[in-house]
């Protein structure tokens, strides 16, 4: 089956080390996003990406980093410079050839800093 | 800036009643697409639909409808005959597009609205 794949599903992590949450995706989608979500609170959007070795920063990317070096995996790694990294984190992907098209999203992973 | 509002932060309704979900938006692109997206407690977002601006038909998929007004900047949903599986959190969000319809496809997202169906 197609779709996208978050791991894991839940991660804790001591405050002050980095942490990469890992996405991937077999939908052959060219776009990927990553999205933040506080309790009570829509989404927003950290980084994205339209193709390979290609991203740009969204609308809170300070304390972030990401790659796309396959265009199946976007990972994003969380610094120790995320002031409040606790979060639940969300990855989509979404096709950008023809029509516009729609963003699927992943099951999301559950970080938990201490 | 873009923003999308939806001022509902939680409804409750017993099942087999009808609720609506309002949804309001703010953009200055004339050419934009909105959708609607559940997010049931296993957390994964799941798409409902999307409307392009250039189309204000309204539309219904089995329970669910979509009452989309550009006149008053507003895409709001509805759910016919509510169930119990209908208890999500629904969210709306807007994306820019150019002239040519394709864009970045950057979400704006609502704050969501809690939807919680009694038995």
């Known amino acids: 089956d197609g779709g996208i794949t978050q791991s894991p599903k839940y991660l804790f992590r001591k405050e002050g080390q980095n942490v990469t949450l890992s996405c991937e995706q077999n939908l052959n989608h060219d776009a990927m996003y990553w999205y933040r979500q506080d309790p009570g609170q829509g989404l927003r959007l950290i980084y994205y990406s339209q193709i390979v070795n290609d991203f740009q920063k969204g609308d809170i990317a300070e304390g972030y980093s990401v790659s796309r070096e396959k265009k199946e995996s976007f990972p994003l790694t969380v610094t120790s410079a995320q002031k409040n990294p606790t979060a639940f984190y969300l990855c989509?992907?979404?096709?950008?050839?023809?029509?516009?098209?729609?963003?699927?999203f992943g099951p999301g992973t559950r970080l938990t800093v201490t | 800036a873009q923003k999308v509002t939806q001022a509902q932060t939680e409804i409750s309704v017993v099942e087999k009643e009808d609720v609506t979900l309002d949804c309001v938006y703010e953009?200055?692109?004339?050419?934009?697409?909105l959708f609607w997206y559940k997010q049931p407690p296993s957390g994964e977002l799941v798409f409902l639909i999307r409307?392009?601006?250039?189309?204000?038909q309204n539309e219904i998929s089995g329970r669910y409808s979509w009452n989309f007004q550009k006149s008053t900047s507003s895409f709001n949903f509805t759910i016919t005959a509510s169930q119990v599986v209908d208890s999500a959190v629904y969210f709306c969000a807007l994306s820019e597009a150019n002239a040519g319809g394709t864009s970045y496809g950057k979400l704006t997202f609502g704050q969501g609205t809690i939807l919680t169906v009694h038995p």
């Open positions: 409307r392009n601006s250039f189309d204000e």
């Open positions: 953009t200055r692109d004339t050419t934009y697409y």
């Open positions: 989509a992907s979404r096709a950008t050839r023809g029509s516009f098209y729609e963003q699927y």
